[in-house]
């Protein structure tokens, strides 16, 4: 088995997080995962993990044991597009602070508005 955190993940476009992945059980020992994307339009993820929204919609991305390949653990992905009125009304690009408590990462926004 191999425990993959966190198991969801909401992203806007052009955002990334990483993704962890512990091999479990008789599958243990050190061995290393492979990632993968079920939609590598909507989300792509590196080798290491990183998860990385390209467009609206959603992905799963697994995690393979390189023991053995029936050992995995699955991660469910949403990217969510920058709302509309944000898009309309703002600059160039922006950041958003995170909140105090560190209930929400600050955000950095590029406007790709026309």
């Given at each position: 088995?191999?425990?993959?955190?966190?198991?969801?993940?909401?992203?806007?476009?052009?955002?990334?997080?990483?993704?962890?992945?512990?091999v479990?059980?008789?599958?243990?020992?050190?061995?290393?995962?492979?990632?993968?994307?079920?939609?590598?339009?909507?989300?792509?993820?590196?080798?290491?993990?990183?998860?990385?929204?390209?467009?609206?919609?959603?992905?799963?991305?697994?995690?393979?044991?390189?023991?053995?390949?029936?050992?995995?653990?699955?991660?469910a992905?949403?990217?969510?597009?920058?709302?509309?009125f944000?898009?309309?009304?703002?600059?160039?690009?922006?950041?958003?602070?995170?909140?105090?408590?560190?209930?929400?990462?600050?955000?950095?926004?590029?406007?790709?508005?026309?």
């Amino acid at each position: 088995m191999v425990a993959v955190t966190p198991t969801t993940i909401t992203l806007e476009i052009g955002e990334s997080k990483t993704l962890s992945a512990t091999v479990q059980g008789a599958l243990g020992g050190g061995t290393g995962v492979t990632w993968e994307s079920s939609a590598t339009a909507v989300v792509t993820v590196s080798s290491d993990g990183v998860v990385t929204g390209l467009r609206a919609g959603s992905a799963t991305v697994t995690a393979r044991s390189v023991a053995d390949p029936r050992g995995s653990g699955k991660a469910a992905i949403v990217v969510k597009a920058v709302e509309p009125f944000r898009e309309k009304e703002s600059g160039g690009a922006f950041y958003m602070q995170p909140a105090l408590d560190g209930s929400r990462p600050g955000t950095y926004y590029v406007n790709l508005y026309d």
